[in-house]
């Protein structure tokens, strides 16, 4: 009788072991910034190659504040689609492009419009991208950090006044963006923008 109390207590104590095992394994995977120091999930931010995310965009301007709910899509290929999901006058109107082309369609109102060659395909201040690329391309780029989160600076490289200083704030546990501020010329932040959702391909 005892070396079966024994033996039953034995399997619970394995089963038992093995369940924590899988339990720290799993928040190990599920929390990347905890093993990472603040260099390494900045090099990390700095080499995405995909990407999905939800965001909500506020800008502001001199007259008015606007807010948008975006879902970006970012493909290895250098392939970028944004999609406006709200506000509802705007849902559907979808903007994809590869590089080199660039195609506008309102997939309510089954509109599409491509424009070839066209030149300005990197002002996107709104991407995820853009601010990496910005941040790559900068030798005033630098990054601090606080208890909870690393702040990536830049500026850009577009001369535009309305945006100038870039700031991405990045979770220190999952290592994934939180919001982004950009400032004008007179340190007024234009266009602030919160990640809701990121999914890191």
């Known amino acids: 009788m005892k070396k079966k109390y ?67 899509n970012f493909q290895d290929s250098n392939k970028n689609i944004q ?16 590089g080199t082309n660039l195609k506008v369609e309102n997939t309510r109102l089954n509109v599409s419009k491509i424009l070839e060659n066209y030149s300005c395909l990197g002002d996107n201040c709104l991407d995820l991208s853009t601010f990496l690329k910005d941040y790559k391309e900068n030798n005033k780029s630098y990054f601090e950090e606080n208890d909870k989160e690393i702040i990536m600076n830049t500026v850009s490289n577009i001369e535009n006044i309305y945006m100038q200083e870039k700031t991405l704030h990045i979770d220190k546990v999952t290592a994934k963006p939180t ?23």
């Open 83 to 98: 999609e406006v999901i709200e506000p509802s006058n705007m849902a559907g109107v979808k903007i994809e492009n590869d």
């Open 6 to 72: 024994w033996l039953i207590l034995l399997i619970l104590i394995i089963i038992i072991v093995i369940g924590l095992i899988f339990f720290r394994k799993s928040v190990k995977n599920n929390n990347i910034g905890n093993n990472k120091n603040s260099q390494e999930i900045v090099d990390y931010i700095l080499n995405l190659s995909s990407y999905e995310t939800q965001i909500t965009v506020t800008v502001t301007s001199n007259k008015n504040t606007n807010k948008y709910i975006i879902k970006q």
């Open 179 to 201: 919001q982004m501020v950009i400032k004008d010329n007179k340190q007024k932040t234009t266009i602030y923008i919160l990640y809701n959702e990121v999914k890191i391909n």
